[in-house]
């Protein structure tokens, strides 16, 4: 699983979430994930097996894309939009951590 902690853009990336008392938001599988590069949702240069960010200004273009592509009601959407819900609440971008 590749699991999403919510973490303000101007935090310093952690080697490991407990290093900051990162609030865990959530997770995607790798199908999941590969569905959403294929999509168009995530960027390809992202991999599911290494830790990357995604800062709030990514999150909007996102949402962008979702909304361009009248993808709202897809169920691999759904699951990222949850994790992008947390992260609009908590005024935060996202860290992924692959386990």
């Not at 979430?17 to 390809?44: A, C, M, S, W, Y």
Request: hydrophobic share 35%; aromatic share 10%; no cysteine.
């Amino acid at each position: 699983m590749l699991d999403f902690y919510s973490i303000k853009d101007d935090q310093p990336t952690p080697s490991y979430p407990e290093k900051l008392d990162l609030k865990f938001v959530g997770d995607l599988d790798d199908i999941t994930f590969g569905n959403l590069q294929n999509k168009g949702i995530i960027d390809r240069k992202l991999d599911y097996y290494s830790d990357f960010r995604l800062s709030r200004s990514v999150i909007q273009l996102i949402r962008q894309t979702i909304s361009d592509n009248k993808l709202e009601s897809d169920t691999d959407v759904k699951k990222i939009v949850l994790l992008l819900d947390l992260a609009d609440k908590y005024h935060s971008g996202l860290i992924a951590y692959g386990d």
